[in-house]
């Protein structure tokens, strides 16, 4: 927690306890809060997508639609299909040994 509190006073932001004593409760609570703190700190960075990935964010339909809740660009997302994005079909129709990513 230590590290975190160094990005929010970096930002001019108090310690996390002081608005969020609740996410200093549980382990399961900091990594929620965790989670939206690196949404908040690296917006338009590029580090959400490998986040969600590393989290597992994108496994479930249940984590999915917790995403949707504060981002309706999850709301069309099917799990098992959209973690990877097809190859395009120039390149598969050139190469036989080349086969389209799964559920495309």
């Not at 986040?51 to 099917?78: C, H, M, T, Y």
Request: with cysteine; proline share 5%; charged share 30%.
């Amino acid at each position: 927690m230590a590290m975190l509190d160094r990005v929010r006073a970096r930002a001019n932001m108090p310690k996390l306890e002081v608005n969020h004593l609740e996410a200093t409760q549980t382990k399961e609570a900091f990594l929620e809060r965790l989670q939206m703190e690196r949404s908040l700190e690296l917006c338009l960075e590029g580090h959400r997508w490998a986040d969600l990935k590393r989290w597992g964010l994108l496994k479930s339909q249940e984590d999915v639609n917790k995403l949707a809740q504060r981002d309706p660009d999850f709301d069309n997302f099917i799990v098992g299909r959209h973690e990877c994005l097809p190859i395009p079909s120039s390149e598969v129709n050139n190469n036989e040994n080349l086969d389209q990513n799964p559920n495309y």
